[in-house]
């Protein structure tokens, strides 16, 4: 890890989405390495998102790998990496990284853990605030996509 304060967070463009639906994820990064380059974005594809799929970036090479998770379980990781030094992200605009799939049946919050790896180091944009808390407070916040009700369902009243 980069010992650096939070410049920057990872972001989705579209922050919800109807459960059920296939959901086309922008993530969109900022500069968060400082004065280095970012040359590779990992995404962890939470429980629940299926058949995640990345969309191809120019200048860049897009994979889709297993990895064993923290509790024994295997995730999907959706990873891009710069082809060349000239093709990594600099500056302080928003460069997209977008991958398709399907959410889950159930409504509620969904984490997406993300890697960003810089020149030298990385930054694991991957805390999870506890229940009803924000993640004002937090130094590396993962990517929150809200899960909401398919449309047209019922709600209590």
């Known amino acids: 890890m980069l010992a650096m304060p ?54 860049w090479v897009a994979s889709v790998r297993q990895e064993p998770s923290d509790d024994g379980q295997s995730v999907s990781v ?14 302080s605009y928003p460069y997209d990284f977008i991958l398709r799939g399907k959410l889950p049946e159930t409504a509620g919050p969904l984490w997406f853990k993300v890697l960003q790896t810089c020149e030298t180091g990385q930054i ?22 809200q899960v909401r009700p398919p449309k047209g369902a019922a709600t209590a009243k």
């Open 78 to 91: 959706v990873k891009w990496t710069a082809a060349s030094p000239e093709a990594g992200l600099k500056g």
């Open 124 to 145: 694991d944009w991957n805390e999870i605030p506890a229940p009803d808390t924000s993640i004002k407070d937090l130094k590396a916040p993962a990517v929150l996509l």
């Open 6 to 59: 939070a410049v920057s967070k990872v972001t989705l463009l579209v922050g919800a989405a109807p459960a059920g639906s296939n959901y086309k994820a922008v993530f969109q990064v900022r500069e968060g390495c400082q004065n280095m380059l970012t040359m590779g974005i990992a995404v962890r594809i939470p429980v629940g998102f299926e058949a995640a799929s990345p969309y191809p970036k120019a200048g």
